[in-house]
């Protein structure tokens, strides 16, 4: 089975520019989440689709936001960039429900200048 | 809150020796726990999770983690550290009623020197 794609892997955007970012969950996985890298932060939540229906949202401002297709592959779109916005943007998909372990993309690397 | 500690932002150990990386978590309820592992440039690679059952569970490259309820910890364990197991390691916990997401740990920078 294919793994979990990322589209694209690198980005430069300046910043009040919108970005759109793309992930393909693995064949089958109806739930897909995203989440934010950064040095500082480490690892946050940004939110959860399942079956096209936002089920969790993190602590993010409304200028991120999401959605998911019927065939279950999702997009982030974040608008008016911010320096702060520069990061890795993982995308994971898991199999099951809840509580079960999830697939990781390799990640869009996003630097806003 | 729910949190998951990692204490450790380093730990260092010689080719073959055994390792820990250590994990507390503060949640309400029952949680399920995992642990991740990140090399350079990559996204992260599950290694193995406790749901119920035996404290002691085994995951992927001869990594095992042993679930301490009254410690509220999750240790990541190894008999002998192989070089290539170089990496970043995340805990991370789910909770009940919470579906998929992911509460992670800072990390810990895992450093194996021959």
């Known amino acids: 089975k294919a793994g979990v794609t990322q589209t694209p892997r690198y980005l430069i955007k300046t910043r009040g520019q919108q970005v759109t970012l793309s992930c393909s969950p693995i064949?089958?996985?109806?739930?897909v989440s995203w989440y934010q890298q950064t040095p500082g932060q480490g690892l946050q939540f940004l939110f959860e689709?399942?079956?096209?229906?936002?089920?969790n949202k993190g602590n993010f401002p409304g200028r991120f936001s999401g959605r998911q297709f019927s065939n279950s592959r999702s997009e982030m779109n974040v608008s008016t960039l911010e320096l702060g916005d520069s990061a890795l943007y993982l995308c994971a998909s898991s199999p099951r429900e809840g509580n079960t372990e999830a697939f990781f993309g390799q990640g869009t690397r996003l630097t806003v200048v | 809150a729910q949190s998951v500690a990692q204490p450790e932002d380093q730990v260092n150990v010689a080719e073959g020796n055994p390792l820990t990386v250590k994990c507390t978590y503060s949640?309400?309820?029952?949680?399920?726990l995992f642990w991740y592992v990140q090399y350079p440039n990559r996204g992260l690679q599950f290694l193995l999770k406790y749901i119920t059952g035996d404290n002691l569970v085994k995951g992927s490259y001869g990594f095992e983690a042993e679930f301490n309820k009254s410690q509220t910890s999750f240790h990541l364990k190894k008999p002998s550290a192989l070089v290539s197991d170089s990496a970043l390691y995340f805990c991370a916990v789910t909770l009940v009623g919470g579906y998929n997401k992911l509460i992670f740990g800072a990390g810990t920078r895992l450093a194996v020197h021959p």
């Open positions: 064949s089958g996985h109806r739930s």
């Open positions: 949640v309400s309820g029952n949680p399920y």
């Open positions: 689709y399942f079956s096209e229906t936002q089920r």
